[in-house]
């Protein structure tokens, strides 16, 4: 059997601390997918049938903060807590996103700064957008990407279900489209907003292939073209979706690869497993999906399971010994 060596930057945790304080508050899923059961060792069996030398947890939709801060401070501290001793009780094999109590932006600088600083986590996780329907572009969040981008902070930005979509009439979950609507959103706030034209060290990691922004890029470069959004976006719009990552959670199919490859090629791609909201038998899927694809050589395919993520996350490379 080959030594596990992939890198995920996709991979949740769920711990019983937060999914119990959402379950009084009458939540026990995200995206409308019930929360499934995690824990460390299961995690980590998976990791090794599944060739994962190393996953980057996350704590996912819906996040933290529903309309009290003093709350959403309080369990984002507990989650970053948990993710900083899951890491030191398993340096080689975890890395972890800190969670921040947004739109809290004072509770999100201070948790930010005890979370890089103190527990030395690998960077943190966004939510593609908040309660009151702010994108990650809006004015609102402007110290916190200034804060991120002065630190070079690594960045994974995940999506919810927006207020705004929870009205339509489907017996389908949220996470199957809604989810990739919402990273779309929030990546074009970020574009045209002029956020990642002034705060030049923010790369994110985009969630499931960027959702359906490399899909619509042709469209996105028509735009940013016009007068109305030159301005904000003076570079173009390739320049800017070429500053994103993308993970392949739930995405290493031919059709969003041949989007990957054409619009920014191995060089910005991750693997990321989005397990366990994806139990391990889809997870598996994004491994065979990069394996097959007829459009990555071998080189390529280590850049995409491996030393793209270790050259973005440098604590977490110092922990399992580099590219390889």
């Known amino acids: 059997m080959t030594a596990p060596h992939r890198i995920d930057t996709h991979h949740?945790?769920?711990?019983?601390?937060?999914?119990g304080a959402l379950e009084r508050m009458g939540i026990d899923a995200g995206g409308g997918i019930p929360f499934p059961r995690w824990d460390p060792a299961s995690a980590l069996e998976m990791l090794d049938r599944q060739g994962i030398a190393a996953a980057v947890t996350s704590i996912s939709a819906p996040g933290v903060h529903f309309g009290d801060d003093p709350a959403a401070r309080d369990l984002a501290r507990r989650c970053n807590e948990l993710s900083a001793k899951l890491v030191a009780d398993h340096p080689s094999r975890f890395g972890?996103?800190?969670?921040?109590?947004?739109?809290?932006?004072k509770g999100a600088l201070t948790e930010l700064e005890y979370a890089l600083d103190v527990l030395r986590l690998d960077g943190v996780v966004l939510l593609s957008s908040h309660s009151d329907g702010r994108?990650?572009?809006?004015?609102?969040?402007?110290?916190?990407?200034?804060?991120l981008d002065r630190r070079a902070a690594p960045v994974f930005i995940h999506p919810?279900?927006?207020?705004?979509?929870?009205?339509?009439?489907?017996?389908?979950?949220g996470a199957l489209a809604e989810f990739t609507f919402d990273t779309t959103r929030t990546a074009l706030s970020l574009i045209f907003s002029g956020t990642l034209e002034r705060r030049p060290n923010l790369a994110p990691i985009l969630s499931h292939a960027g959702g359906t922004l490399p899909f619509l890029a042709g469209r996105v470069t028509l735009f940013a073209s016009l007068p109305a959004y030159r301005e904000r976006a003076p570079r173009g719009a390739q320049h800017y979706l070429k500053r994103f990552f993308y993970d392949s959670a739930l995405s290493a199919n031919p059709g969003a690869l041949a989007c990957l490859?054409?619009?920014?090629?191995?060089?910005?791609?991750?693997?990321?497993?989005?397990?366990?909201?994806?139990?391990?038998?889809?997870?598996?899927?994004?491994?065979?999906?990069?394996?097959?694809?007829?459009?990555?050589?071998?080189?390529?395919?280590?850049?995409?399971?491996?030393a793209n993520a270790l050259g973005l996350l440098p604590r977490l490379a110092a922990r399992v010994g580099g590219v390889r």
């Open 160 to 173: 919810i279900v927006p207020k705004t979509s929870e009205s339509i009439r489907t017996d389908l979950p």
């Open 96 to 105: 972890a996103f800190a969670i921040l109590p947004l739109p809290d932006v």
């Open 261 to 306: 490859q054409e619009l920014v090629g191995p060089e910005r791609i991750l693997f990321g497993s989005d397990y366990p909201f994806a139990p391990e038998p889809v997870a598996k899927l994004s491994i065979d999906g990069l394996a097959s694809h007829s459009g990555f050589d071998p080189a390529a395919r280590a850049r995409i399971e491996r």
């Open 135 to 147: 994108y990650l572009g809006d004015p609102l969040f402007e110290d916190v990407m200034a804060e």
């Open 12 to 19: 949740h945790i769920l711990p019983a601390l937060y999914t």
